[in-house]
């Protein structure tokens, strides 16, 4: 198992409020998107990472200059508007012999050894992994009027993080068969999920927390401090 990371950088930080995309933005001396490809940098088992950055990106090449790393760092390739756009560009860029593709968002900067192991294991058992986390609060599936329609059974959700890793033909499998509905998609796993492959749950953990927010911001260097 030869496993390629696409290591998604296409936010334009609009969201966040930031003029400089969220991934470059310093957090305890160092841009963001640097903790990220230093946690990447545990697993023995990534042979390189795909950057997958924005078209007007002013930013990469000085974030990640003079950094050296276990995996080979390679060139970015441009993404799109849309995740699964970006996903296409990745892939198609990575090395013939990646066999199985990790899907991560620059924005999580502390996903842990113990579950870059747990996610690849269970994806090589079962060809397709998430990590997940229990949920804990009660949830509720509403209409656009704001009526509750159904309460689930929490102890049947999880809430999914990244990466996201599965067979690369696979992947390139689904995209294929859902191009036409792939802006229905949020994640990468769902694309998989719709064109028929059976996707397993691996152990996620709560600090491996997306950044969204200043508050986020802020957590993440409590974090790293």
């Known amino acids: 198992m030869t496993v390629g990371v696409l290591l998604l950088a296409a936010g334009s930080g609009r969201r966040f409020g930031s003029a400089i995309p969220k991934q470059y933005l310093e957090v305890a001396g160092k841009p963001l998107i640097v903790h990220t490809l ?6 023995t088992r990534i042979a390189v990472v795909q950057p997958v950055i924005g078209g007007q990106d002013l930013w990469y090449a000085d974030a990640v200059a003079g950094y050296t790393w276990r995996f080979q760092l390679l060139q970015p390739v441009v993404g799109g508007a849309e ?14 012999d990646i066999d199985m593709v990790a899907v991560h968002d620059a924005a999580r900067a502390l996903p842990s050894k113990a579950l870059l192991d747990d996610v690849f294991d269970v994806a090589k058992q ?5 990590p997940g986390v229990a949920v804990h609060d009660t ?3 509403v209409n656009a009027d704001g009526k509750v329609l159904e309460t689930p059974d929490r102890k049947s959700l999880m809430a999914v993080q990244t990466p996201q890793v599965a067979r690369r033909d696979w992947f ?3 995209l294929i068969q859902e191009k036409d509905n792939l802006h229905l998609h949020t994640d990468d796993a769902s694309v998989l999920e719709a064109a028929g492959f059976d996707v397993y749950i691996s152990q996620g953990d709560v600090n491996n927390r997306k950044v969204t927010t200043p508050a986020d911001m802020l957590w993440l260097e409590e974090q790293l401090r």
């Open 38 to 43: 230093e946690s990447l940098n545990q697993s």
């Open 83 to 96: 995740r699964s756009i970006s996903m296409q560009k990745g892939l198609a860029a990575l090395p013939d």
């Open 126 to 130: 079962h060809g397709a992994a998430v």
């Open 139 to 141: 949830i509720k599936r």
């Open 172 to 174: 390139e499998q689904a």
